[in-house]
């Protein structure tokens, strides 16, 4: 599986987009890209996942580079309540990094 | 439509005491996936099982620690004559097949105190 780095922390302004950014330079063809987040001390929460496409749901936008060695998470309006760890992984056997801790800000 | 269920959601244990934690997985899925947690840390995976098979435990300790996941009932992760350093949150997610692409589903965990 591939190594992934994430900052250890960011700021974001409630209402304003959140881009979170990733690097897993070692991945593999078919690897895909998951993002979890966890709130507080709660279980993870899947977020969205994708292989080379750029992916959007609900929740959130993916945008993977061509070359597939880094990759963005986009919150398009954070809310307070999007305060919280996000994991990126990169493989298919679910291991979690540190992650980044997004704080909103009002 | 039940998540995944985990119990207790606290648990506090002696020293030396042995800690059951029990978790029940989403229905229809039969892979089940456990995790610790260390204050201020990220997850740690520690074993992957599916019904009465061990797949994967190369995150779990070498003693005291054991899971299974039986044909009925809840998959169990038992650590026995716990330590301090045992106190964690630990995670329990399940899958409907043995790849990340079908999701994994978190529970709400359970806080293990060793005092």
């Known amino acids: 599986d591939a190594k992934t780095t994430q900052p250890p922390s960011m700021d974001c302004a409630e209402g304003r987009a959140a881009n979170l950014p990733c690097n897993h330079s070692?991945?593999?063809?078919?690897?895909?890209v998951y993002w979890y987040r966890q709130i507080h001390s709660q279980g993870p929460q899947y977020i969205i996942h994708g292989l080379k496409n750029n992916e959007t749901n609900e929740m959130a936008s993916l945008i993977i580079t061509e070359d597939r060695k880094s990759s963005t998470l986009i919150l398009p309006h954070a809310t307070l309540r999007d305060t919280a760890v996000y994991y990126c992984i990169a493989g298919n056997d679910m291991r979690f990094g540190a992650g980044t801790r997004l704080t909103v800000k009002p | 439509n039940a998540g995944v269920m985990q119990n207790p959601r606290h648990l506090v244990r002696r020293r030396g005491q042995e800690a059951r934690l029990r978790c029940s997985p989403m229905k229809g899925h039969s892979h089940v996936y456990w995790y610790r947690q260390l204050p201020e840390e990220g997850l740690k995976f520690m074993v992957y099982?599916?019904?009465?098979?061990?797949?994967?435990e190369s995150g779990m300790p070498k003693e005291r620690f054991s899971a299974e996941f039986p044909k009925e009932g809840p998959s169990i992760l038992r650590i026995q004559q716990v330590v301090r350093g045992d106190s964690a949150a630990y995670f329990c997610?399940?899958?409907?097949?043995?790849?990340?692409?079908?999701?994994?589903?978190f529970g709400s965990g359970t806080r293990l105190t060793v005092v």
């Open positions: 099982l599916q019904k009465e098979n061990i797949i994967d």
């Open positions: 070692t991945i593999s063809g078919n690897e895909y």
């Open positions: 997610a399940s899958s409907i097949r043995d790849s990340p692409y079908y999701g994994y589903t």
